[in-house]
């Protein structure tokens, strides 16, 4: 199963304003949902949320990756149930 993060509207418009001052965008958590069961959902952009959040926790890591200035890797813990 592939796994990949899209940023909202909200969350686009949050790093340009932090490019454009120049500061530092200060994300410390990352959810995850399984869609409620249905076929891969295929976010828009327009989401405000996640389609059945299943799991949230703090960052474990979270560093641009050098190769790719415009990539950023974030790591969470998943706890095994």
Do not use: C, H
Request: aromatic share 4%; no cysteine; proline share 2%.
């Amino acid at each position: 199963m592939a796994f990949y993060t899209r940023l909202t509207q909200i969350g686009r418009a949050k790093v340009a304003a932090a490019i454009a001052n120049e500061s530092p965008l200060e994300i410390t958590e990352m959810a995850l949902g399984d869609g409620n069961g249905n076929a891969v959902q295929e976010p828009t952009g327009n989401e405000t949320e996640l389609v059945r959040e299943v799991y949230r926790n703090n960052l474990n890591r979270l560093e641009r990756l050098s190769d790719l200035d415009e990539y950023i890797e974030a790591e969470i813990l998943v706890a095994a149930e």
